[in-house]
């Protein structure tokens, strides 16, 4: 069985919308609801391995360039 938003199902039967109706668009903003929450979590772990990359790069950088000074020093 589909979840459904409780507040937007009464919401809509105060607006003498049919049952049918007010349960079928009650479970479609609940499936856009689950939809958001999963693309949440995956720009998360999309932000995480960035800020890893971030970190190696800086390592590497900073590994070339004492290479460099000690070539030249």
Do not use: C, H, P
Request: proline share 0%; glycine share 4%.
């Amino acid at each position: 069985m589909t979840t459904m938003i409780s507040e937007v199902y009464e919401a809509f039967k105060e607006a003498n919308v049919s049952d049918a109706t007010a349960r079928k668009a009650a479970e479609a903003v609940a499936a856009y609801e689950a939809r958001f929450a999963s693309l949440d979590i995956k720009v998360e772990r999309i932000v995480g391995r960035l800020t890893l990359i971030q970190w190696m790069l800086a390592l590497l950088i900073g590994g070339v360039a004492s290479l460099v000074v000690k070539a030249f020093a």
